[in-house]
């Protein structure tokens, strides 16, 4: 079992940034593919960024593309999520999900994800 726990979230005025972190436990963190995602009110929950089980490899949604940059650390066990010239439609629940399959290629699917945090907020105001 994981547990993930994020925490960074908060307002922000269009066009700062905010820092969003998922600390993990367990061993096995490594082994996993780790990714943000988010849900704004009303809207579905939709992929933002992923990493792989090495940081070899990222994946981003194109809305966040070039502004946000997602990291991780295998020693501390988290994974980063750094959002820069934030905008008011990224206003939503960001969660933290992991991955234990170890395949790269379905990041953006929901459904491939075994374990979830319980999400964080962050307001971007105009």
């Known amino acids: 079992q994981v547990q993930l726990v994020e925490s960074g979230g908060g307002l922000v005025q269009a066009g700062g940034s905010l820092s969003l972190s998922c600390a993990a436990s367990g061993r096995t963190f490594r082994n996993y593919v780790m990714a943000w995602f988010r849900q704004a009110p009303g809207k579905e929950r939709e992929f933002v960024a992923a990493?792989?089980?090495?940081?070899?490899?990222?994946d981003y949604a194109v809305s966040v593309k070039g502004r946000f940059t997602i990291s991780r650390d295998n020693v501390k066990n988290t994974v980063s999520l750094q959002m820069n010239s934030l905008k008011p439609e990224d206003t939503a629940v960001y969660y933290c999900a992991a991955d234990a399959s170890r395949t790269w290629g379905t990041t953006r699917f929901s459904y491939v994800y075994d374990y979830w945090g319980q999400g964080t907020q962050v307001t971007v105001s105009s």
């Open positions: 990493i792989s089980w090495g940081g070899g490899s990222t």
